[in-house]
């Protein structure tokens, strides 16, 4: 049973091993999300990992479907794929208990999923997100609900309305600007839609030739003239008279209305954002980190009522959205908004003599008070018994030897201030329950570590 | 966009949908898991969903490696798994960083892994494990501890020790048993091995022929007698002598010492159990249900000291188990340990003459005191309104019109009881806080929801 050759120890291209320090900072976020769409009435749901190919070729994009998923046939000769999103299960989820789940369904997931992309900073193969929706409510006070959502999502990590922007539009509006006011065709307007969609990442000039080309020679002029319009506008106010009188832009307003009610400061409209993927059908949106540094959305959602249908079920109106772990984690480095965080466990035991069975029946004693605490079990020196103690980021250490247990009094060294005080059993409980009320402040969800 | 046909709302073969309700089960299970193991020191760690194939084919046996795992060609031509275990994903972690981790490392997650299988009652092709081992100690201590903590997972779930029993085996001892006492050459051993393996599965002629064939016509009376002997010990002290006084048996009787210092007092030796996978090196150990109708085992676990080796890495003292979620499920069914669970959402508004804004008002000051709230803004009858709330199993609910804005005084409803109350803000935050204290002491880990 020996091993043939050296397997390597790094994790497979594009995907993270999470160490314990790694971790807390993932937890740290991930009971952030939890919290605040818990307290707004959402309830957790999971999906498996694989779906059915079609799941996804049928109306995510043909990038999506077709270039990036892991997919591949199973043993029973079924094409599936690893899910490269949320969307399509939990609309097949809701699907097939269209008549028993109670409305609006309010729906939360924290998962993995896989892309095959080429990795960058802030885009991994294997990568986590949030996926919050309502189901079950049409206009736009869903609409609202999730972007407030976004907003208190933002701000439970400490962010401040300076720190981001929520950027919004409406496929009902872009369909009336694409067809009425640019007076393009169908393969036009997608052209054009795809066009927009990219207009961050290529040049002005890029962008001006590409948008020429789609309009044709003869209306180019008066087409790109129309385009620096939509893009000049800074609200609803500055579009043309045509759009601004639509039904679509009164849907738009009234969305800002009530966002302006609820308290959501940072939202503004934006006539270029399209949403790459084909499900929307109404609103949709994205959070943009205003960090010149780190100027990119951050994460965004939508309206998509029709999906559920694919599922053979009515359509039913739907609102969600899906921040990221990585580029979460990314916006809360950039704005120096991560929190120290240190282990769950909570104290060491240091354990001098080979001293054991006083040892664990002190942890055992802590872990009724509900302390996380381990002991170390190597035998080592005392050095270096503390050093991994240390290491490891556990806040406090105890002590335990002969004197000890006779006296009932112990060492305790708080890890990072190298404080050193004997303490007694009970003082020793109340001096590490202290350090979680302060941490409560300070990391807001350290309770659901 | 519309659909070429509609696609089936069922999830893949062999894999589940967690709606709320089945949600709130599993989160009941992994918060009890991370409560305990957290209690006793254990750090949580992730890993990723793909490993390359040849990680498995190395050492966890060929009926995992080569039958039952998800494997396919990548687009850039690398041959991955789906992971069916963690074991050989911690092992490769840790070899990547042996001389950065503090030991004792005590490791553990919460992950999904997936098996081609057929599905059956308690066996799904995609399913969820606890997986908690710790790295860096050699002797029985350790594996005390690893026993210990099966113990008090099961102890924390409401069990009582007359409804599981852990027994023991060593391989060490298995080895010996093999070679010295039963005179079997090395492949006759491993095949015997996998026949104890099956021992349950199968009927005792079954085993009796099968055992007998690998003994060969010669030795089969004497070895079966001998076998005979094994079966029928109920401790170390009925095995035979040259069995109980082998170095291996001294592991064994010093590693029953400890647990018994440690208050675990359904352990047992069994010379039967064997553990399929390839790559245990000492103590080995199942925990088994008691009663007759469930008569399965839980999980189990093991030392493994050998498979950081497969990544370049020193050999390391490992022991570690894997509790599943369906078996623990199951079991708690059986014995009737599930609590009663309701939805997270702790108070459902619901609206009468469009009051929405005096509504939303409501939910976000309750939101201010930590009370997880949701609102209806469907428009509905009240009548469908509160039948939602009760569908979706939250606990109180809250009526907001006309008279509440001006009185402050709300009508709240206890859904469960169906009493009704009028009561002020203050009021009702201190009842819906009341609720959290009582299930704290039902549910054990309600705040970790």
């Known amino acids: 049973m020996t091993p043939m050759s050296t397997l390597s120890p790094q994790p497979y291209k594009g995907t993270r ?17 939890r919290k605040v769409v818990q307290l707004h009435g959402y309830e957790e749901y999971g999906a498996p990992m ?91 006070m869903p609409e609202a609900e999730i ?10 990590f400490g962010a401040t309305n300076d720190m981001f922007t929520i950027r919004i539009n409406n496929r009902k509006l872009i369909d009336f600007t694409m067809g009425q006011y640019l007076g ?56 043309p008279e045509e759009l601004r009188t639509s039904a679509a832009a009164r849907e738009v307003q009234e969305l800002f209305q009530l966002l302006e009610q609820a308290g959501v400061k940072n939202a503004v409209f934006d006539s270029t954002l399209m949403r790459g993927l084909d499900y929307y059908t109404g609103t949709v949106f994205e959070v943009f980190d205003t960090d010149p540094q780190n100027n990119r ?34 916006f809360l480095q950039s704005h120096n908004l991560l929190p120290k965080l240190v282990s769950t466990t909570e104290v060491g035991i240091v354990v001098l003599n080979n001293t054991y069975s006083a040892a664990l029946k002190l942890a055992q004693n802590l872990r009724e008070e509900g ?35 006779s006296s009932g009094i112990y060492m305790f060294k708080d890890t990072m201030t190298a404080q050193e005080e004997k303490l007694s059993f009970e003082r020793i409980v109340s001096k590490v329950k202290d350090r979680r009320h302060i941490s409560d402040d300070d990391e807001f969800a350290v309770f659901f570590d």
Do not use: C
């Open 17 to 33: 091993d999470y160490y314990p320090e790694d971790k807390r900072v993932q937890n740290y976020i991930f009971n952030t999300w």
């Open 50 to 140: 694989l779906e059915p190919l079609e799941v996804y070729t049928a109306k995510s994009g043909q990038e999506l479907a077709g270039e990036q998923t892991y997919a591949f046939t199973d043993r029973g000769d079924r094409v599936v794929a690893i899910r490269p999103e949320m969307t399509p299960s939990i609309s097949r989820m809701v699907a097939g208990r269209r008549q028993e789940l109670g409305y609006p369904a309010r729906l939360f997931s924290i998962a993995n999923f896989m892309r095959y992309e080429r990795p960058q900073r802030g885009r991994e193969r294997e990568f986590w997100q949030l996926n919050t929706d309502i189901f079950g409510v049409d206009g736009p």
């Open 147 to 156: 972007i407030g959502l976004a907003a208190e999502i933002m701000k439970a």
């Open 184 to 239: 393009l065709d169908a393969v036009q307007a997608q052209m054009m839609i795809k066009l927009f969609d990219r207009k961050n990442k290529i040049s002005p000039e890029d962008f001006r030739d590409h948008a020429a080309e789609i309009f044709g020679a003869e209306n180019s002029p008066r087409g790109l003239q129309q385009i620096a319009v939509l893009i000049a506008a800074k609200s609803m106010n500055d579009l």
């Open 297 to 330: 959305s951050l994460f965004g959602g939508g309206r998509y009522d029709g999906l559920v249908g694919l599922f053979g079920a009515e359509p039913i109106g739907t609102v969600g959205m899906a921040p990221g772990l990585t580029t979460t984690e990314l």
């Open 371 to 405: 302390v996380n605490v381990e002991v170390d079990i190597t035998g080592r020196k005392l050095e270096k018994q503390i050093k991994a103690v240390i290491k490891k980021n556990i806040p406090f250490m105890i002590f335990v030897g002969e004197d000890e247990v």
